[in-house]
Nanobody, 115 residues
Framework: VQLQASGGGLVQPGGSLRLSCAAS????????MGWFRQAPGKQRELVAG???????RYEDSVKDRFTISRDNAKSTVYLQMNSLKPEDTAVYYC??????????WGQGTLVTVSS
């Protein structure tokens, strides 16, 4: 499996979740990794990215709430999501950030924020 996202679920507003993305070694070492999301009726968007050197970038709506990290020993990328809001509800995917490097999108993991 080149990319497998997991960790989604149902959480109340204000709650937290941690998503995991297990990658093959070749994919993990290919470059910057990112977490994307697609809400119903909306386009897929990049919400957080991390370079091989650990530099991170975030979409404005998730800054100070989400933290992306990577574990080189496990070829895994994480997304810690805190203070979740209903508008964070979406299917979350991981993939390489540069478009020309993207792999086929997997199933993703569904995050539902609702009371």
């Amino acid at each position: 499996v080149q990319l497998q996202a997991s960790g989604g679920g149902l959480v109340q507003p204000g709650g937290s979740l941690r998503l995991s993305c297990a990658a093959s070694a070749s994919t993990y070492s290919a470059g910057a990794m990112g977490w994307f999301r697609q809400a119903p009726g909306k386009q897929r968007e990049l919400v957080a990215g991390i370079t091989s050197g650990g530099t991170t970038r975030y979409e404005d709506s998730v800054k100070d709430r989400f933290t992306i990290s990577r574990d080189n020993a496990k070829s895994t990328v994480y997304l810690q999501m805190n203070s979740l809001k209903p508008e964070d509800t979406a299917v979350y995917y991981c993939n390489l950030v540069p478009a020309f490097q993207r792999l086929p999108w997997g199933q993703g993991t569904l995050v539902t924020v609702s009371s």
